[in-house]
């Protein structure tokens, strides 16, 4: 059973901090590791994915992973109100001849101005 | 440059009716997919198709049938609905990101579906 586990939130932080969303995995064989964005009654869209060991910055955005641990983060610097979504993690188990995405439940961010 | 498309965009069903659910993309993908969306459930895949003329079964599969159209489209069926299919409905397409063996989803805009 794949699982992809994230705290629901909902995360507050104030405007210009920065905010960092958790996420970990059970299935070691998972190689890539995606962060998507959902404002409510959206759909999902995708910030940025990652899948060597280490740091992947882009923009405000900066995605960790660390597969020993079997945990990716993301964090966002300069924090603004028009970052108030819900983050969904998301791991692919690739080689498999398709591409399936398992999601985590997904944090809530409340950026407070 | 649409993207992908959903149709309806929102819908009521009795129990026991049938429906047909759309989506289309222009992107020239080859796999796309179907989730539900359901409060604290985080997504869920129902089906997929990895290229045309194929479709496998995710991890929610009863109660739903699916058919890969053509490259462009794949359409999920409900065929006798239940109060327990009300959700939101996403399908989404991939391609192989440019440069990495690794595959990017993007997903329509969604079809919220309450069955009484």
């Known amino acids: 059973q794949k699982e992809v586990e994230q705290n629901s939130g909902p995360l507050s932080v104030p405007e210009g901090a920065i905010a960092s969303l958790n996420c970990t995995y059970s299935d070691r064989g998972s190689q890539s590791f995606f962060w998507y964005r959902q404002y409510s009654g959206k759909s999902p869209e995708l910030i940025m994915f990652?899948?060597?060991?280490g740091d992947k910055e882009d923009g405000r955005f900066t995605a960790q992973l660390n597969k020993a641990s079997q945990y990716v983060s993301l964090l966002i610097r300069d924090s603004q109100p028009s970052d108030s979504a819900t983050y969904l993690c998301?791991?692919?188990?690739?080689?498999?001849?398709?591409?399936?995405?398992?999601f985590g439940k997904g944090t809530k961010l409340s950026v407070i101005p | 440059n649409a993207g992908v498309t959903q149709t309806p965009k929102f819908q009521v069903l009795k129990t026991g009716q049938s429906m047909t659910l759309q989506c289309a993309q222009d992107m020239n993908h080859n796999s796309m997919y179907w989730y539900r969306q359901d409060p604290g459930m985080g997504l869920r895949l129902i089906y997929y198709?990895?290229?045309?003329?194929?479709?496998d079964k995710g991890e929610v599969p009863n109660g739903y049938n699916v058919s890969r159209l053509n490259k462009r489209e794949f359409s999920l069926r409900l065929e006798s609905a239940a109060p327990s299919q009300t959700s939101v409905y996403f399908c989404a397409s991939s391609e192989p990101y440019r440069g990495s063996s690794t595959d990017t989803q993007y997903f329509g805009p969604g079809t919220r579906l309450t069955v009484l």
């Open positions: 198709s990895a290229s045309e003329g194929t479709t």
């Open positions: 998301a791991v692919m188990l690739s080689g498999a001849g398709s591409y399936q995405l398992t």
């Open positions: 990652i899948y060597s060991n």
